[in-house]
């Protein structure tokens, strides 16, 4: 069975008719053709397909599109404004964050729920928001270090 | 040579890309017409196929063909030809493909899946290659002996597809005059590459004989040759594009996914088809890494030095062998560690396995060996009674000493003495920590090297083409995926031209049609390989330069020089940019023709190892380097916290070191993941992977970490390698295993040989009383 529905993705609505089973991850990729946002395992395991959803973090491959309707999106292409970089993107460039790339929208997104909702986090608050984030090239420690470059940046 | 480049941490070339979005994978492009195809992969390890009906699964509305292995070609193999793109006959392991949908997309694909019959017949299967040389184990190819194979393979009948042998001194005298033998078993499990993209194939057929595929691949040349072997079309017509790719550590070099979809392609004329592996399929279906069994034998004499060392290992290699055989070869150039073994026996077995085939893993060969050889050094030292450093230092492979194939240790070879001494230095400078009554505290380390295993005449081709305006295009056949190649590659190209940095950019697609030869992105060799490419591309650019100059200015090329972006004649100046294209004369008559530097580069002197001794100038380079371990070790949970993590590698000259630096984290990184969790589980019933999903097969996390990281650099320049730089992609992988065990030896007393070292084994171990 077919629903219409419309989801607001980094601020523009996106229109569908989408089947039942089509999967939150589906509709940014295929449907509005954002691929920033990665499918790694589409199983909510690795945290590559992470987007803001009502500006709370979630697994878009274990949310289905239906779910979502009506509500408001943020992906990696949504972090920036114009042509300025977000700090985190910014930071993660500086460190060399961004290895093979796959992991690094999943880990930008969680990046920003948690400065978003906590201006000055510790290092174990920036662990916490990066846990059960998988990623196989960089050993983690740029990228919780670029979390942390991006909290100066923006205050 | 003050550099001006090379040396320095650029920030990545590909980081606005890769933050933003705007990168692609193969995985984000879309075809007009394009069809998606789905796998049925055998659920057993090894039977006979009986029979296979797919005429259900073709009447389903949707779906445009039906593969089984009769309709495919093949047997295919560069070094064995054992394999075929869909199996035929009988399959080998549980998720070997043996039969694949074409469909109008995914869903009805898999749908067809469903209606396709195969009747099995279950044979006998085996998973550790112990057990597969074993009296009465079951034969994978019961027709071995008349493969066709390489030059370089030895296959010995039963499993036994290679013997890789190394002979060096009297091994019987020296362990006649050893006051020590110790000797163990060492057991490296099958594991995963887990690169967090999964493999992604696209390809279109046409009839006019050209075929086109996007590719995860990090061989697109091997691809290309792949497909010319299988369908006979000429390499000129098969274009093999790659963009990024999302992790690869070997996991996607030569060949995996590519030869199925080029049949797929092939049968639906003009039509593009896509396979996506899912990530259970990634665990089934795609190459793994390691499963190597080694026993070892050291002998010493009573002051610390190695008389003598004996190896058997056998690498457990999958149902086909594709590339193993050199994984093979790795394992017995690296076989004694970085240290000198005057009397040296090695026998390196390669054995059919019935699991996935076992391909190329970070480090190809050598933590397989490494792991024994440290372990055991570990053991003597503890029963000489020595220091285990001092020990270490006695034998390591200083300069001037004889490596385990006879080369001798030139300065540029590097300096593992020091790098040991460095991160020994470090370890040990204050007092084990107290972390409670709870607490084992433990240091260990290990030394490495690391040789790249490729063919004796690898090549790298570079172009550098001038623009108008004075910039330049690197355009390489190299992949970037993750390692930051096009990053090093452009600071190299600004350092030969003498040019800005921001002045260079590099292609980050990859086209067998029209980019340079290169080999394949493996081996840790970009950096040296094409690097020396650029140089001689750099070189060609300039003498271009100057010839064009000196016909406009009417003199001899050696009369003209170049300064920075000008080129200079007395006191008459051009600019690069005004014979980039060539230049005109006043009359608008063309005098020059347009500018594009080429740089081909094959490694020299480099020979196949002697087929009796393994001795030969079989190892292009070494890449040494140390590694300590500080830990912890909770004695209620067993659960192992690392604290300290010092290693310092000589990879000759660093041409990016915060880049390297993540290098070297990143391979550790992998290695501390299959040293304390990581091992495939194989159903005792039917032999499938059983943990084939990122829950059950953990990977570390970023909790996991250590707290403190001192990673560094012995720049000892490698006189073969640009500006002496060598690899360093893989080579944190190599000693890290055994440094670990070597730690948590120190905190329990407790001695492991088998991978993963989880919390529950040390548990039981702790609580046995061991
Ligand atoms: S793709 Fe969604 S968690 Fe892995
Ligand atoms: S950068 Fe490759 S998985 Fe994280």
Redesign the interface.
């Given at each position: 069975m077919k629903h219409s529905i419309k989801i607001r993705i980094n601020g523009q609505w996106y229109l569908g008719d989408v089947e039942t089973g089509m999967t939150l991850l589906q509709f940014i990729?295929d449907e509005a053709g954002?691929?920033?946002?990665?499918?790694?395992?589409?199983?909510g395991?690795?945290g590559?397909c992470t987007v803001l959803m009502d500006g709370k973090p979630v697994r878009s491959c274990i949310i289905l599109a239906v779910e979502a309707d009506g509500s408001e999106i943020l992906?990696?292409?949504g972090?920036?404004e114009g042509d300025k970089?977000h700090p985190?993107?910014q930071s993660?460039?500086?460190?060399?964050a961004?290895?093979?790339?796959?992991?690094?929208?999943g880990m930008?997104i969680a990046g920003k729920a948690l400065l978003d909702k906590n201006s000055n986090p510790s290092k174990e608050e920036i662990?916490e928001a990066?846990?059960?984030?998988?990623?196989?090239?960089?050993?983690?420690?740029?990228?919780?270090k670029s979390v942390e470059i991006a909290i100066d940046k923006i205050k | 040579m003050t550099l001006k480049h090379v040396g320095k941490s650029y920030?990545?070339n590909?980081?606005?890309?890769?933050?933003?979005?705007?990168?692609?994978?193969v995985?984000?492009m879309k075809f007009p017409g394009m069809l998606h195809a789905k796998v049925l992969r055998s659920p057993y390890a090894h039977a006979i196929i009986k029979s296979i009906d797919t005429t259900e699964a073709l009447k389903l509305p949707g779906v445009f063909v039906v593969l089984t292995g009769k309709d495919v070609p093949g047997p295919f193999g560069v070094a064995v030809a054992d394999q075929y793109p869909l199996a035929k006959y009988k399959v080998r392991y549980a998720g070997e493909p043996v039969a694949a949908v074409v469909a109008v997309n995914e869903r009805v694909a898999k749908e067809a899946l469903k209606h396709i019959k195969v009747e099995y017949e279950p044979l006998p299967f085996v998973i550790h290659p112990k057990d597969a040389v074993a009296d009465g184990a079951p034969i994978l190819h019961e027709d071995l002996m008349n493969y066709n194979v390489a030059p370089y393979v030895y296959p010995q009948g039963k499993n036994i597809y290679q013997h890789f042998k190394v002979r060096k001194g009297d091994i019987e005298e020296g362990f006649e005059k050893a006051d020590l033998v110790v000797e163990g078993e060492t057991w490296y499990p099958y594991i995963h590459?887990?690169?967090?993209?999964?493999h992604c194939a696209v390809a279109q057929y046409n009839l006019d004989g050209t075929m086109t595929m996007y590719s995860t691949t990090q061989a697109p040349f091997v691809v290309q040759n792949c497909i010319n072997m299988l369908h006979d079309i000429p390499l000129s017509k098969i274009q093999v594009i790659v963009p990024?790719?999302?992790?690869?550590?070997g996991g996607k070099s030569d060949v995996t996914i590519e030869p199925l979809v080029s049949c797929l392609a092939k049968a639906v004329p003009g039509r593009f088809v896509r396979l996506l592996l899912?990530?259970e399929e990634m665990f089934i279906g795609t190459n793994l890494g390691r499963g190597a069994y080694c026993k070892y034998k050291i002998g010493l004499s009573k002051e610390g030095k190695i008389l003598a060392m004996q190896g058997e290992s056998y690498l457990g290699s999958g149902g086909n062998v594709d590339y193993a055989v050199n994984i093979v070869t790795g394992m017995g150039l690296a076989g004694t560690g970085p240290y000198e073994v005057p009397n040296l026996k090695l026998d390196v077995y390669g054995v059919y396995t019935n699991t996935p085939p076992i391909g190329a893993l970070r480090g190809y060969g050598h933590p397989e060996v490494h792991f024994p050889v440290e372990r055991l050094l570990e053991k003597a030292a503890r029963k000489l009674g020595m220091d285990p450093v001092e020990f270490r230092l006695k034998n390591l492979l200083a300069e001037g000493k004889v490596n385990g194939i006879g080369q001798v240790v030139k300065h540029d070879t590097g300096n593992v003495v020091l790098c040991a001494e460095k991160v020994a230095k470090e370890l040990y400078k204050s007092p084990k920590p107290n972390k409670g009554d709870n607490i084992l505290v433990g240091r260990g380390m290990a030394a490495y090297m690391k040789t790249p295993c490729m063919p004796t005449n690898v090549q790298s081709s570079v172009f550098l083409k001038l623009n108008a305006d004075g910039s330049v295009t690197l355009a390489t056949g190299a992949i970037e995926?993750?390692?930051?190649t096009y990053t090093v590659l452009a600071q190299m190209t600004a350092e030969a031209l003498d040019i800005p940095y921001e002045k260079v950019n590099v292609t980050n697609t990859v086209d067998t049609l029209i980019s340079p030869y290169e080999w394949q992105t493996v081996a840790s060799h970009t950096t040296w390989g094409t690097g020396n490419a650029i140089i001689l591309a750099a070189e060609n650019l300039k003498a271009k330069l100057k010839e064009s100059a000196a016909k406009v200015f009417n003199t001899d090329a050696e009369n003209i020089k170049i300064e920075g972006d000008k080129v200079v004649y007395n006191d008459k100046v051009l600019t690069w940019g005004d014979l980039a294209l060539g230049y005109k004369n006043p009359d608008g008559s063309a005098l020059t023709e347009p500018i594009m530097g080429e740089g081909h580069f094959v490694a020299k002197g480099v020979q196949n190892p002697d087929p009796e001794t393994g001795q030969g100038n079989a190892a292009a380079d070494w890449t040494q380097g140390c590694i300590g371990i500080e830990l912890g070790i909770d004695k209620t949970t067993g659960e192992v916290h690392l604290y300290r993590l010092i290693n310092y590698i000589d990879a000759g000259t660093i041409v990016n070191p915060?880049?390297a630096r993540?290098q070297v984290?990143?391979a550790?990184?992998?290695v501390i993941s299959s040293a304390l969790t990581e091992t495939l589980v194989f159903s005792e019933d039917t032999g499938k992977i059983r943990n084939n999903?990122?829950?059950d097969y953990k990977?570390v996390?970023?909790?996991d970490?250590p707290e403190e990281?001192l990673i560094d650099f012995v720049q000892t320049p490698e006189e073969s390698g640009p500006y002496g730089a060598k690899g360093i992609g893989e080579h944190g992988t190599v000693g890290t295993a055994p440094a670990i065990l070597n730690a948590i030896y120190d905190a329990t007393g407790i001695d492991f040989y088998e991978l993963p070292v989880t919390a529950e084994k040390i548990m039981m171990a702790l609580e046995g009383g061991e």
């Open positions: 990729r954002l691929t920033g946002t990665k499918a790694g395992c589409e199983n395991e690795c590559a992906t990696v292409e972090l920036r970089l985190l993107q993660f460039i500086e460190t060399g961004a290895q093979c790339g796959f992991c690094t929208p930008l662990m990066l846990g059960g984030h998988l990623c196989r090239c960089t050993g983690y420690k740029s990228i919780s | 920030t990545r590909d980081g606005v890309e890769k933050t933003t979005g705007s990168a692609k994978y995985a984000d590459h887990v690169q967090l993209e999964p990024y790719i999302g992790g690869g550590f899912t990530r995926m993750g390692q930051g915060q880049m993540d984290l990143g550790i990184t992998m999903n990122l829950v990977i996390g970023i909790e970490m990281i």
